[in-house]
């Protein structure tokens, strides 16, 4: 995938471009920007009318990136200018995150809520049990109903952020729900938001030999300890507080299956390793 004057090349026979004139935006980023990346759900019932909506001129939001079910892309605004997609936000000491950062909005339904068999949108669509992901938010403390992402939907998603990561000096990949939190629960935790970030921006540490048996200690502040390896696994345990020892047992996907008083898995980048 490739990035021309600023849009997605249209024709790369891999991917489906539409490009849409969305003439609202007007400002350019400043020098060495954008260095950011921020992933969204649209919360709508299909990727062309979220589009086509965010272009409007009398809606006051806008994405650069709106990726559909089957991986079909929408370009509205060009990668050099401003849109506005992170409203009021705040991310490693910056505020108001759009003069920094491309949006990237994915064509999904957001919050569920079980009806008989099947799992109702906001906006009344039912959806089949097997695009409902039962998960805990990383904002959150209990499990809700999510809409689950399509595998095409984020594997074109990563194939957009790598393009973007080859023409920027993009640092970081962040979801909405970590730069509002509380205010915002995009992309949510059917996202797999730390393996897919990981992959992108720490690509060579994957390609280190995987840790086993090894002696380690948590980082974080609070680190989450979960059933299985990703955000989509339930939390099993309070968080480990920082400077918790730990045994990790196994790697995967960037994360470590631990034991401690309790067994579980953590994102390997909050576990810093002491002895092999
Ligand atoms: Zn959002």
Redesign the pocket.
Known sequence: MEIDSNFLLLEDGLHQVTKLSCTKNSVKFGPGLPDTIVI??TAGSSAASSAHYLCRDDVKASAHIVIGRNGEIYQLVPFDTIAW?AGVSAYGGRTLLNQYAIGI?LDNAGVLTKVGNEFQAWFGTKYPANEAVYATHRNETKPRYWQAYTDRQIEVCHDVCEALIKKFSINNIVG?EEIAPGR?Q?PGPAFPLDSFRESLLFKNESDTPNIVNAKGEVSANLLNIRSGAGVNFDKIAKPLAAGTKVKVLEERDGWYRITTTIEGWVSKSHVTIKTK
């Open positions: 969204h759900y997609h909005e909405h915002k995009d």
